[in-house]
């Protein structure tokens, strides 16, 4: 995009002619706009002609952008409503690894969007300039890429919610005996001394394996919910 920094030269009121240009630069360009909005740019010919802090942002958004692009890939291939991707936990691991991307992807833009603002900063507030040398402004761009940033980490906070219990699993209560039992979930479902007991996936309650056939061919032919559709 352009305008990255602007700067306004003239247009100062009492003068004989007033006359106006804006000066203005991006990632790959330097121009001026007169107020005939004529505008003239000029390129930037070779690489090492071109400033270090504008190498090194473009360097940190194309990290950025292919980390995003590698991140977009894993969450497509978790969801839900893909077929690809092997079992849910599988997916979840997936969409995990989208999270992590995408929160490195929004670190690496956001260091180079602050890097641009730090420079452009500090010569809009320098005491002294150099002869020849504009204080400039931030542009637009600037402002909707920091709020793009945010809006990454906000997606990935999001995606980090939907897997992370289903990845790590809090324990919980068990009623055995009359008093409660807290147990990991590596061993519900173990034989005990009197009997064993697994989890009614109908009524999300414990029963005997003394029970009924009736009542455990149910529960095997009701569709699971995961946890992840039940927060969504």
């Known amino acids: 995009m352009d305008y990255w920094r602007v700067s306004q030269v003239g247009g100062q009121g009492g003068s004989f002619i007033i006359k106006v240009s804006w000066y203005w630069s991006n990632l790959w360009k330097d121009c001026s706009t007169d107020s005939k909005s004529i505008t003239s740019c000029k390129d930037y010919a070779v690489l090492w002609n071109v400033s270090y802090y504008v190498q090194a942002v473009r360097g940190l958004l194309m990290c950025g952008l292919t980390i995003g692009f590698f991140a ?3 969450c497509f291939i978790g969801m839900e409503c893909t077929y690809i991707g092997g079992a849910e936990p599988t997916k979840d691991k997936l969409v995990f690894s989208g999270v992590v991307f995408h929160f490195v992807g929004g670190v690496s833009s956001l260091a180079a969007y602050c890097l641009y603002i730090n420079r452009v900063a500090r010569a809009t507030f320098a005491s002294n300039l150099p002869a020849g040398q504009l204080r ?8 909707m890429g920091l709020v793009g940033c945010f809006l990454i980490f906000f997606g990935a906070v999001l995606y980090a919610v939907t897997v992370i219990g289903v990845i790590s699993p809090d324990r919980k209560v068990i ?3 009359g008093g409660p039992t807290y147990m990991p979930s590596a061993y519900r479902g173990t034989s005990m001394n009197t009997g064993y007991y697994e989890r009614s996936q109908l009524y999300g309650s414990y029963v005997s394996g003394r029970a009924s056939s009736k009542i455990s061919r149910l529960s095997q032919a009701t569709p699971r919910l995961s946890e992840r559709d039940a927060f969504v």
């Not at 400039?136 to 402002?143: A, D, M, T």
């Open 175 to 177: 009623q055995v005996y």
């Open 136 to 143: 400039y402004e931030l542009g637009p761009p600037i402002f």
């Open 72 to 74: 977009v890939v894993c």
